[in-house]
């Protein structure tokens, strides 16, 4: 201890020992030291001697400092000083004597470079990092918070390397959010500062802290803090959600679906007093503004910025950036940023271009936000930083904003323009003509971005007429603008000739691009493509090599988009003209040194303009785009010949009408998709309506059974209590079930009789028919069908056989019923008996004697009913055999109504027959006569014989006549 004494007060007797010379024994007292007091007073006194000795404590106490760490974990003290020594070994701080002792800049870059070496050294070992991770988890001050400061001082100088050692490590990242719950703002502030440099470039990383709270626990800390009127708490916060959501689209969207932009409105709340701003609140608000932009940046996916942008305008974000943008006292740096931050808000979003179209500014009589912002443009007193930024809100309202682009153009036609007031038209085209070259400059990009992808705002801007001075004649626009072109070197400007020159050309491209009769326009004076030629063709400076560029880019776009409705200044005579005057080589030169400028990728980076100096403002994003899409086309159409070009219009022509068709059958297709959906619909509202209709149909099923279980259980308790309601009318019980049965019987045999009756009927009617067809077959039948006479003669008496059976069947039922008719009458009669002799029996309490007949009587009824049940299905039995009988007598009857109408047929046929024989034996005694008086005239002999045997043919004829007739008469 007394060396240790020595060491720390300085002794004056001896000689003082070196620098190095006492780290080294310190260095040996820390690793031989047994004592845990010992080694903790070595540690403090390497600490103390860090700053000042701090490469000699690095190179001989760095191992000897780890050791502690790993083996005196139980001692917090020894810990921090362990670590407070290994901090001010790799930090990049410096002494304040160090700094007053030499340059700042090279100690800075000394320091650095040994910080760098230092964090190498431990960081060879990555069971450090672990290490240190492990008692970042302890509690105590002592050791919590060197430990932040370390690795903080590690993540700068080996930031990839500790990143990865974190990452794979368990539960790392966590380990190190939980210093932002921590309760003491000292160790909270230097994690917030900790996980700055732990999530700067790791996409990974910046996911796990946003999925570990960090948006809730951030937001919480800045509103604790007072928001915008905050300190450097507030700072550090912001500066970690930039890290965190910058170029992170999934932070992003998680921090647009956890409602954390809502949260944001409160920030931008300033009072009316804006006189007193602090330093520190202009830092916030200006890191507040650039944390919406970040959420909102036109790099982000166009489906993410759109959802942010929505949201904004949904919980008055939007409103609440108008508001400042319209203040007054505001800074001048925050309202540019507000400008920027407002034109990012609204870019693509027609909800809110609309909604910022409808802003007016607090000023009498009330002006809209735009004019009061293009008047800041034109107004060549305002700051630079402000013109950019009003130039990038003007182009950003007008992006994808047709609606926007039209209310301008109409500002500048003749039927809208209101002396009264200024409006956007107006201050454009002041700030077109100006003699300030950056306003002639942004007025014309300004202007071009009203003409973007919109050729009707095109044609209408032909319209406009200027009235250039008294007595002179209106001057449409485009001429205007050619006029100041062509003299631009004889007007005086303040600032660059060329940068006007370059705006408007770029005007002039933008307008005439997509336009055809812009083209015409521009070609019908006599002066302008001789000026783009001249200017093309004649050897400049360099600063005017992007003029030549541009003035051939305009030529190449009055050829590409010429329609050849100037006979002078067909697409063939500009070409030849250029092939005369240019050469097509040079022509494709100059074209050339547009993209060849080394502001144009510049400005093809992004769409905000960012210039250092007002003389950069030569380029605009979106006439970059243009530049490229057109370059190519102009180069193939100079070197395509008339043939080439005929062909390929043929072809445009071709494909237009495919075009046509093919939009044809778009909208066919969408009209039979809106019938497809319509009838979807309808299915659906059907089915809709039948599963409905099915679950009432199943509840009323449901509700009958219920319904009839209740009515089966109601009808058993019934039964119940008239089984036991009195046992003495078991008797009377019986009657009335017999006196049912009876009923039924009389029912069934009236039935019976009935169908008898309909029988005998059908019967009768069936034995006329058999009799007049037997009759009828009998007359008709001829001599030569004997065989088939006999044949039917069987049938018809079989049939007859048949019938008589049947009906002697019939008799005999209907003796059986009158039978049955009279066993009724006496079972009816025995049962009135019965009834009286039970009514009497019941009424004598004492004639036992009585009711035992009552009994026998009774169950000779039960008998006699069963009897009559068995003649009942007897007789039913019977009335089936009988219609079966009486179905096969019918079948019997059509075979033999079929056979007669066979033998009809016959018969008349055979009846031609003999008609047609009888003809011509007729005719042949006729012949035979007339031949026979031939003879005789010719004196021939005839004999007897054959007039004998003509006279029988005639008399035989006559018969067979006669025999027909009677035959005739008979059928």
Known sequence: ???????????????????????????????????????????????????????????????????????????SEIIGYALDTLYNIVSSDLEEEEQADSEEENTTKHSDDVGSQFAEIFMKDQENVTLLLSILEEFDFHARWPGVKLLTALLKHQGSQVQQIILVSPMGVSRLM?????????????????????????AAIQKIVAFENAFERLLDIITEEGNSDGGIVVEDCLLLLN??????????????????????????????????????????????????????????????????????????????????????????????????????????????????????APSNPPRPAIVVLLMSMVNERQPFVLRCAVLYCFQCFLYKNQKGQGEIVATLLPSTIDANSISAGQLLCGGLFSQDSLSNWCAAVALAHALLENSTQKEQLLRVQLATSLGNPPVSLLQQCTNILSQGDKIDRRGSKVQTRVGLLMLLCTWLSNCPIAVMHFLHNQANVPFLTAQISENLSEDEHLVQGLCALLLGICIYFNDNSLENYTKEKLKQLIEKRIGKENFIEKLGYISKHELYSKAGQKPQPSFSTPEQMLFDHEFTKLVKELEVLIIKS???????????????????????????????????????????????SLTSQNEHLQSSVMQQQLQIQQHKDQYNLLKVQLGKDSHHHNSHNETVQVNGIQSEEVCSLREQVEDLKKQTEILKGQLEERDYVIESLHSGQLAVMPREQTASDGITEDQTSHLRKELESL???????????????????????????????????????????????????????KKDVDRLKEDVKALTESKASMEQ???????????????????QTELSESKKEQDDLLVLLADQDQKILALKSRLKEL??????????????????????HGDDDEEDEQS
Request: hydrophobic share 30%; aromatic share 4%; with cysteine.
């Open 885 to 903: 009988q009486l179905a096969s007598a019918n079948s019997t009857i059509a075979i033999l109504q079929t056979d007669k109408s066979k033998l």
């Open 178 to 202: 939980d210093l932002l719950a921590d309760s003491r703002e000292v160790i909270r502030n230097d994690g917030l500062l900790l996980l700055q440099q732990l999530a700067k470039g790791n």
């Open 638 to 684: 100079i070197h395509k010949s008339s043939e080439d070009e005929k062909k390929e219009e043929e072809v445009k022509k071709t494909l237009e009408q495919h075009d046509s068709i093919v939009t044809q059958y778009k909208e066919l297709i969408r009209e039979q998709d809106t019938q497809i959906n319509e009838l979807n619909q309808q299915v659906m």
């Open 243 to 360: 890290n965190l959501l910058k170029n992170n689209n999934s932070n992003q969207n998680f921090f647009k679906e956890g409602s954390y932009i809502q949260r944001m409105k409160p920030w931008f709340e300033v009072g009316d007093d804006n006189s007193g701003w602090s330093a520190q609140k202009v830092t916030n608000l200006h890191l507040m503004l650039q944390l919406v932009r970040v959420l909102v940046s036109p790099v982000n996916p166009p489906g993410a910025t759109s959802s942010c942008q929505k949201t904004m305008f949904q919980c008055g974000l939007l409103q609440q950036l108008c508001t400042i943008l319209m203040a007054t006292g505001v800074p001048a740096d925050i309202l540019t940023e507000t400008i920027n931050t407002v034109s990012e808000v609204i870019r693509g979003s027609q909800t809110n271009q609309d909604y910022f179209a409808s802003v007016s």
């Open 939 to 960: 004196g021939e002999p005839v004999d007897d014989e054959d007039e004998m045997e003509s006279g029988d043919q005639d008399d035989d004829v006559d018969d067979s």
């Open 1 to 75: 201890m007394n060396f240790l004494r020595g060491v720390m007060g300085g002794q004056a007797t001896g000689s003082q020992p070196s620098g190095a010379e006492t780290i080294h024994k310190l260095c040996d007292r820390v690793a031989s030291s047994t004592l845990l007091d010992d080694r903790r007073d070595a540690v403090r006194a390497l600490k103390s001697l860090s700053k000042k000795y701090r490469v000699e404590v690095g190179n001989q106490a760095m191992d000897q400092l780890i050791h502690v760490l790993k083996t005196d974990r139980s001692d």
């Open 807 to 861: 009906q002697s069947q019939l008799q005999s039922q209907s003796a059986q019923i009158s039978k049955l008719q009279n066993e009724k009458r006496e079972l009816r009669h025995k049962l009135e008996k019965a009834t009286a002799a039970t009514s009497s029996a019941s009424g004598d309490s004492g004639g036992t004697a009585n009711s035992s007949d009552s009994e026998v009587k009774i169950l000779g009824l």
